[in-house]
């Protein structure tokens, strides 16, 4: 632990009553449910600086090796020993997008430097599964996210909220639906839908694979092709999408193809489903409908994602209570 930190009695262990009231599964999904404590206590409480409050990343006890850290994540990737210096003194170099402190049971003892920024919540998904570790984070707006195998456990400032992994919330049969290929783009569509749009509270209506004779009505035009399995496209789609009505329309090889396109339901569509939740997913619901071999996903704008195919709801993650 950091000594130059003003630790109150207690106050670490207040925090892990917190956390085991809250049902999170961080702490028991942890080798090291101490240290792991000690780096998220850090990250809602990092020292203040001429009235700012530092962003802060931290790896918690990784067990996978290196390498893999690599390949898992796409990044370059610069590992520093730090062993020899203040936990303090390492910490102040650990931004939580591109450096990260790495932590063990000896304290902080490296830095690990990636060549680019890996600071999105999807980012940090992928960072804790490559690593084997938890992963902390402190955010510009002051939300505190902490990933591993329970999902990812938000901080707001006024409580926690856990999206669990998308396997608990939607069935196999859905992800598993398909080529491995379109079950590979799938699995990349509902990760965006969940870590990009659900985590930044950006609403929207995503439709992939072939809609068939569906009606759709174009209000914008042809936009890029941008993919959801190139890590680079997805903050163009993010940053349209949030400015954008109507829905986005992917192909089967999730390549962007229709933006704020309007989805016309058949008199069939009208009678077969019922009416559920607000216009997107009263739209989303019927287009399923018209266009069974698509996935239909609506994102709506206070986090929860839901998923329909045929005209039926096939999954929705938990709402935030």
Do not use: N
């Not at 063990?104 to 599964?129: H, K, M, Q």
């Not at 990812?152 to 069935?171: N, S």
Request: aromatic share 4%.
């Amino acid at each position: 632990m950091d000594a130059s930190r003003r630790l109150s009695p207690g106050r670490l262990r207040r925090l892990r009553e917190e956390l085991e009231e809250e049902q999170l599964g961080i702490l028991g999904h942890s080798a090291a449910p101490e240290l792991l404590v000690d780096e998220i206590d850090y990250a809602l409480r990092p020292p203040r600086h001429e009235r700012r409050l530092p962003t802060y990343g931290a790896i918690v006890t990784p067990s996978h090796p290196t390498e893999r850290w690599k390949d898992a994540t796409g990044l370059d990737l610069t590992l520093s020993p730090t062993a020899r210096r203040a936990d303090a003194e390492v910490r102040r170099y650990a931004d939580g997008e591109v450096s990260w402190a790495v932590r063990d049971a000896d304290g902080v003892s490296a830095l690990a430097v990636f060549d680019r920024a890996a600071s999105s919540e999807r980012d940090v998904v992928i960072l804790a599964e490559a690593t084997g570790a938890a992963v902390v984070q402190r955010c510009h707006d002051g939300v505190v996210r902490v990933a591993g195998p329970f999902g990812v456990a938000r901080w707001d400032g006024t409580g926690w909220h856990l999206e669990p992994p998308i396997g608990q919330w939607l069935g196999q049969t859905v992800l598993t639906h398909g080529t491995p290929r379109q079950c590979e783009v799938l699995d990349q569509l509902f990760a965006f839908a969940v870590h990009d749009l659900g985590a930044s509270g950006i609403g929207a209506l995503l439709v992939l694979g072939d809609v068939g004779t569906a009606s759709i009505e174009d209000h914008l035009p042809d936009p890029p092709p941008l993919r959801l399995d190139r890590p680079e496209a997805l903050g163009p789609l993010r940053h349209v999408l949030a400015q954008t009505d109507g829905a986005a329309v992917f192909d089967a090889d999730g390549v962007l193809r229709r933006l704020g396109a309007r989805l016309i339901p058949s008199p069939a569509a009208e009678r077969a489903t019922e009416v559920v939740g607000g216009t997107r997913h009263i739209s989303g619901k019927r287009f399923s409908y018209d266009a069974p071999a698509a996935t239909v996903v609506v994102v709506s704008d206070d986090g929860p994602v839901t998923a329909f195919r045929g005209g039926a709801m096939v999954g929705r993650s938990p709402a935030d209570t």
